[in-house]
């Protein structure tokens, strides 16, 4: 029977155990130009026994930022300094990929430079309030994406994939999951086009399609995963035939030989159960668990064969040396939510790793 503590082959690294830090946003890009500093090395190398490292959400053009201090992957600083942190997992003997994250009309016009403001498949504003820096503010209805201006953000989603080669990851996923713009374009209240992007389950599944295909194009498959949430109303985000929407994202998906699907569950174990059964490579879960964080139970799904790799996000914020302590049974650190987003090194560098 497979362990969770067995090694797995991924796109041509060997990942020690099947245990993955999921990404998480940390909100702790304070170099110049959105750029990672020493400690964001220090806190991804203390998580290195992680089978697999996914980043927090990079974004990859500048118009991609949603939030404030958030890194990107759009410039020669952004790479210098990116190599910092992957230099820093590797030699603590981690893998580790970065998360290529465009926010779409997720963000707002202070959060970007000069006269820049959020874009989308459609104008239109999502429900609720975003942080800044000049606290909570109203979404904006975003500005529509030209068919142009489309092909320039696949175009920008294979670039920074390439910088991320550079800066010395070992590979990228693509977050088209939790309501940022891959998954705007999925979705039916966010893409109201009548085009080819839009319109019907084929042109809303075409965006996310092509950008896996560009990326894959432009650092190889093997180093590409693409992220879903199938029924997840994140980000008022609202999905009409999910099934088929994301049976047509697998089938389009498929032929390319990606290294991995990483899925968000939603309520739905059955979709899971067939995704996993139609996704030719590696199949990484992060299982329903709400509202309680992903915790030990979840690797049992890994010997029941419904995933191949598991993702835990809070608990890995909390416990840096994770899979020691699922092996040992615990015990775990309590997650702080209010270090989540923002601040020093307190709930960020200071969670205690086992004596």
Known sequence: MTSAFDSHELG?????????????????????????????????????????????????????????????????????????????????????????????????????????????????????????????????????????????????FATAARNAVAAGFDGVEIHGANGYLVHQFLSANA?????????????????????????ADAIGAERVGLRISPSNSYNDIVEEDTDATYGTLVDRLAPLGLAYLHLVEGPDRDLTRRLRKEWPTTFILNPLTHPAPTGPEALELIEDGTADVIAFGALFLANPDLPARLAAGGPFNTPDPASFFGGDHHGYTDYPALA
């Open 12 to 156: 041509g690294k060997r990942l020690a155990n099947r245990i993955a830090m999921a990404p998480m946003t940390r909100s702790r890009a304070y170099g110049p130009g959105e750029t990672p500093t020493d400690l964001m090395a220090t806190y991804y190398a203390q998580r290195a026994s992680a089978g697999l490292i996914i980043t927090e959400g990079i974004q990859p053009s500048v118009v991609g930022q949603g939030y404030p201090d958030t890194p990107g992957l759009h410039s020669a600083e952004q790479v210098a300094a990116w190599r910092t942190v992957t230099d820093a997992v590797h030699a603590a003997g981690g893998v580790i990929f970065a998360q290529l994250m465009h926010a779409g009309r997720i963000g707002h016009p202070s959060v970007l430079p000069g006269d820049l403001t959020p874009v989308g498949p459609s104008a239109v504003a999502p429900a609720g309030q975003i942080f800044t820096k000049q606290g909570p503010q109203q979404f904006i209805a975003p500005r529509e994406l030209t068919e142009q201006e489309i092909r320039e953000t696949i175009r920008d």
């Open 191 to 215: 893409n109201r086009r009548t085009d080819a992007w839009g319109g019907t389950v084929e042109g809303r599944t075409r965006f996310g399609a092509e950008v896996a295909a560009a990326v």
